[in-house]
């Protein structure tokens, strides 16, 4: 199918209907934030952290705030894209409801989306496993950097906020506590693994009630936490746009499939409506 063509039945199919979104890594890509599965990701040379691995584990906590300590600065300066200033012109325009997001990088946000749940947490926050307080990620760069001073400060970057760093250089890499209670540091987001908190659900499927089209952008679906609205949506006989690099889990559920980056069509849909 033309790729104009597929705008037009896109234009068409959103017309008249309040959009929902669900957005995962591609639409990050843009960015220069990879994802985990797009048609250009370099092969893994590594699994991503796993919840338990890094509750239970020490050297897997030191492993990741090493990474992450060179990682979050590139993290920290990526800008939104396209696709995300999109979704605000959507959501101001009255088009939009809002969006339910995979993605931890705060993008959404940044750009200027009001109604953003955030299926997977944030990045820019840190949680203490003990007594639940949070700090911003930025202070407990700050933190690092000053128990660290040695470590190199380049390296390839992941989706989730760290890098590729040699195990010679995480060694002797000292983490830091909780300033409150000692307690062990977690970013605030949900490792593989790990289980979305009942308040976000709760907001995101409050969320996708809502929707009389959901928009699926940037995501493969692989995750069962994004899927589920998918096949909710489709037991529902709500209509499901997907605009998606490559295929996804939920294909045989969409009434429209769009094998483009979401930075180009998005836009499109803004103008066209």
């Known amino acids: 199918m033309a790729p104009g063509l597929e705008i037009e039945q896109l234009v068409e199919l959103a017309r008249g209907k309040r959009?929902?979104?669900?957005?995962?890594?591609?639409?990050s890509?843009?960015?220069?934030?990879?994802?985990?599965?797009?048609?250009?990701?370099?092969?893994?040379?590594?699994?991503p952290m796993q919840h338990?691995?890094?509750?239970?584990?020490?050297?897997?906590?030191?492993?990741?705030?090493?990474?992450?300590?060179?990682?979050?600065?590139?993290?920290?300066?990526?800008?939104?894209?396209?696709?995300?200033?999109?979704?605000?012109?959507?959501?101001?325009?009255g088009l939009l409801?809002?969006?339910?997001?995979?993605?931890?990088?705060?993008?959404?946000?940044?750009?200027?989306?009001r109604n953003v749940v955030e299926l997977h947490g944030a990045l820019r926050r840190v949680r203490c496993l003990a007594c639940g307080e949070l700090t911003s990620r930025d202070y407990m760069q700050q933190r690092l950097i000053e128990a660290n001073p040695r470590h190199a400060n380049d390296a390839r970057i992941q989706p989730d906020g760290d890098v590729e760093l040699p195990d010679a250089l995480?060694?002797?890499?000292?983490?830091v506590a909780c300033t409150a209670c000692g307690g062990v540091l977690m970013p605030d987001v949900v490792f593989f693994g790990g289980?979305?908190?009942?308040?976000?659900?709760?907001?995101?499927?409050?969320?996708?009630?809502?929707?009389?089209?959901?928009?699926?952008?940037?995501?493969?679906?692989?995750?069962?936490?994004?899927?589920?609205?998918?096949?909710?949506a489709a037991e529902r006989s709500v209509p499901v746009a997907i605009v998606n690099r490559g295929p996804t889990r939920?294909?045989?559920h969409a009434t429209l499939l769009i094998d483009q980056a979401t930075g180009l069509v998005l836009p499109q849909l803004v103008d066209a409506l």
């Not at 995480?170 to 983490?175: N, Q």
């Open 19 to 27: 959009i929902v979104a669900l957005t995962g890594a591609g639409i």
């Open 29 to 47: 890509t843009e960015s220069g934030i990879p994802d985990y599965r797009g048609p250009d990701r370099p092969p893994r040379v590594r699994d």
């Open 52 to 93: 338990r691995e890094f509750v239970d584990k020490l050297v897997m906590r030191t492993k990741y705030w090493a990474r992450s300590m060179i990682g979050w600065p590139r993290m920290a300066e990526a800008k939104p894209n396209a696709g995300h200033r999109a979704c605000v012109a959507l959501e101001e325009r």
């Open 97 to 113: 409801a809002g969006i339910i997001t995979q993605n931890v990088d705060g993008l959404h946000t940044s750009a200027g989306s």
């Open 170 to 175: 995480v060694a002797d890499f000292e983490i």
């Open 195 to 232: 289980s979305v908190p009942r308040a976000v659900l709760d907001a995101a499927w409050a969320l996708f009630d809502q929707a009389e089209l959901l928009l699926v952008a940037g995501s493969s679906l692989a995750v069962f936490s994004g899927y589920r609205f998918v096949r909710r």
């Open 250 to 252: 939920g294909d045989e």
